[in-house]
């Protein structure tokens, strides 16, 4: 079990609005610490989306944005598009665990 | 632009020594600004931080895996490396290196292409 929940898929159809959440806990998220979104597609390295909470990187389409409020935080996908299709992960810091923690991964299929 | 590349055996077998390393290029691994970490992804899994180190030397490590990791850095090469010592299929993943600005704080950016290290006899 991964410390950080994600759900395992969402899918939608190409233009749709999308969210996935990250839900951890009073050691993580809800201590304060920051979380960032990454996004995994086969063969290629992981790409950083979202960075403390809500910043997106240079290069990064605002179609992508965070957002985070208590012990949970979430990535919306706006206007999809077929290459989005891709695994998306959050990150945080436990301090419980003394440790950079993860979400299980969730996939985004775009129908 | 700072770039990483990993290298290394892509094929252990049980019981050794998993070692792998991370090529740095486009800065001084010797900068203050980044932490140099690893991570792996097992197939089918999630992501796993395994450990980081910072240009001081100063280590920090996934208490899941601390009695087994060492990572270290070499720079007259502007590398570092990992090394994951007893090792059995359950370590059988792809291994990323990466770059963080922290450790409670940071994020993990650029990472490299991954390598895929196979433990099996």
């Known amino acids: 079990q991964s410390v950080l929940t994600q759900p395992p898929s969402v899918s939608g159809a190409p233009g749709q609005r999308v969210t996935i959440s990250c839900t951890g806990s009073s050691s993580n998220i809800g201590f304060g610490y920051d979380v960032h979104w990454y996004q995994l597609l086969p063969g290629t390295a992981p790409k950083l989306l979202i960075y403390g909470n809500t910043k997106r990187p240079s290069g990064v389409p605002d179609r992508f944005s965070g957002s985070k409020s208590g012990t949970s935080a979430s990535l919306a996908i706006s206007g999809l598009q077929a290459e989005d299709e891709a695994d998306f992960y959050c990150q945080s810091y436990d301090r419980g665990l003394s440790g950079l923690v993860f979400g299980g991964g969730t996939k985004l299929t775009v129908l | 632009q700072l770039q990483l590349q990993e290298s290394g055996p892509g094929l252990v077998k049980p019981s050794e020594t998993l070692s792998l390393t991370c090529a740095v290029s486009?800065?001084?691994?010797?900068?203050?600004?980044?932490?140099w970490g690893w991570l792996r992804q097992p197939p089918g899994k999630g992501l796993e931080w395994i450990g980081s180190?910072?240009?001081?030397?100063?280590?920090y490590y996934n208490p899941s895996l601390k009695s087994r990791v060492t990572i270290s850095v070499d720079t007259s090469r502007n590398q570092f490396s990992l090394n994951l010592s007893s090792v059995t299929a359950a370590d059988t993943a792809t291994y990323y290196c990466?770059?963080?600005?922290?450790?409670?704080?940071?994020?993990?950016?650029?990472w490299g292409q991954g390598t895929l290290v196979t433990v099996s006899s």
């Open positions: 180190l910072y240009y001081s030397g100063s280590t």
């Open positions: 486009g800065d001084s691994i010797r900068s203050s600004t980044y932490y």
């Open positions: 990466a770059t963080s600005t922290g450790i409670s704080y940071g994020w993990f950016d650029p």
